[in-house]
């Protein structure tokens, strides 16, 4: 008698799908993690990223290593603690991580703000910018809500992080003045077009957190992260808008290169214009 060996696709039961290589999956989480606090955090060091995540230096390297081969982050020679030494080694996320983050979007969202303002004109798209951040400060008003600045700033540091922004809070030494970074920015290369949109974001960080705010260097215009200083210790006064419910926006605002003393600025790109708005009674 003839057996006729039965078709792969007639098999009762199926075969169970190959396990992945053991570890596999656990580094490419931590990699993952390496990744999302050089967005957040850096220019970062090994050594600092080897405390945040628990981890040795020299599985940190490795990390970083192949995140590197990857074109995801680069090295970062920044300036030498004191003034004097090595400078000293960071990492810094890369255009690539950026855009594999950010996706499609960008890029539809520009084509859509050049068709607005070839048919509109700029003073549309100077709307659209102020309609979007409007939004933006309604839905956070409603989280950043502590009696003091510095407590603000942190909750806004939350819900930008939650948004995708990768924010985080960083003390500038010897001053009462904190940093508010964005790691990262869904719409880097649609403000790099249309810088409306920066200087609305930091009219709405202003009446946010009731404070003067100012711009040091933006990921639009090149810079390794958006940061914007917060003085902690000086309050603004509310003032009222033209739009019901809604203060004037504070000045000055925008984006200015040279920030206070202690301040430092993260990025290697050319100082940019400064944009000051006079306060109300000094006019």
């Not at 192949?66 to 970062?76: F, M, Q, R, S, T």
Request: proline share 8%.
């Amino acid at each position: 008698m003839t057996i006729t060996p039965r078709a792969p696709h007639a098999t009762s039961a199926r075969l169970p799908a190959p396990r992945p290589a053991e570890g596999v999956d656990h580094e490419s989480t931590t990699r993952a993690r390496v990744l999302q606090h050089v967005l957040s955090d850096g220019p970062v060091t090994a050594a600092a990223l080897a405390r945040m995540l628990d981890l040795s230096a020299a599985g940190i390297r490795r990390h970083l290593g192949c995140l590197e081969d990857d074109g995801l982050v680069a090295v970062h020679v920044g300036r030498p603690t004191g003034g004097r030494g090595r400078p000293a080694r960071s990492y810094v996320a890369t255009d690539r991580a950026h855009a594999e983050i950010s996706g499609e979007y960008p890029d539809i969202a520009s084509q859509a703000l050049r068709f607005l303002a070839e048919i509109a004109g700029d003073g549309a798209v100077e709307e659209f910018a102020q309609a979007r951040m409007l939004e933006l400060e309604e839905r956070y008003s409603a989280v950043v809500t502590a009696d003091d600045v510095d407590g603000r700033v942190r909750q806004l540091a939350d819900a930008l992080s939650a948004d995708g922004f990768a924010a985080s809070v960083r003390p500038v030494e010897g001053t009462s003045t904190v940093q508010l970074c964005q790691g990262h920015c869904p719409v880097a290369h649609v403000a790099a077009q249309f810088p409306q949109l920066c200087d609305a974001e930091a009219q709405v960080f202003s009446r946010l957190l009731g404070s003067h705010t100012q711009r040091l260097v933006t990921l639009a215009n090149g810079g390794h992260v958006c940061t914007t200083n917060v003085p902690v210790h000086v309050p603004m006064p509310r003032t009222r808008s033209a739009r019901p419910g809604v203060p004037e926006p504070p000045g000055p605002v925008g984006t200015d290169a040279a920030g206070p003393a202690g301040s430092e600025d993260f990025s290697d790109t050319p100082e940019p214009t400064v944009i000051r708005r006079p306060m109300e009674g000094t006019r």
